[in-house]
């Protein structure tokens, strides 16, 4: 008997986490993310307008794409650990997943984004196979170009966009980003 091929909204189930499809019924724990004064700094700054509208989008992105944003809780006992996954995404020309996660300030430097971004590299090989995975940062966001790293992807270059510059207030219009390529998507995490 073959197995049932998981959905891609179903629920993906890491180690220590549960990835869920993020919806408007998220917003409460969206809006506690971002009032992280870390996460905060590198993804906002977020008004409660912003975060609701940010929700529904990725909640249509999920409908039309069949990809988007999970939102990470705890397996042990569904405390929210931050977000990631994929926006599908056009990187000069080129239909990529373009792979991002905000883990909680508390819960930084526990692994929680790696763990996060294999299993979004695991969901990619079963539901988006055909489209590259790449992953960018501001240059000066060392963290995460390490998580980058970790997860087998390369260095391929610099893009510029609306962001931060180090040693500069506020964000700028045409700000570098590192530019990382994972090279092929394979299998590792279960889908319930």
Known sequence: MLAKRPAPTDPVRTRRL???AVGP????DLLLLYSDPLVGYWTGP???AAVEDWAVHMAGRWQADGVGKWMARERADGSLVGRGGFTRFD???EAVLELGWAVRDA?????????LGRAAI????????GFPVVAFTEVHN??????????GMRSAGIIRRAGLVEGRTGVHPDAPFALYRLGGVGSEARHS
Request: net charge negative.
């Open 122 to 129: 695991a969901w990619a090989g079963v539901h988006q196979p």
């Open 25 to 28: 019924d998220d917003l409460e």
């Open 107 to 115: 819960r930084t430097g526990r692994g929680y984004a790696t763990e």
């Open 46 to 48: 977020w008004t409660p």
């Open 142 to 151: 060392r963290a995460s170009r390490a998580v980058m790293e970790r997860l």
């Open 18 to 20: 549960v990835l869920t």
């Open 91 to 93: 990187l000069e020309g």
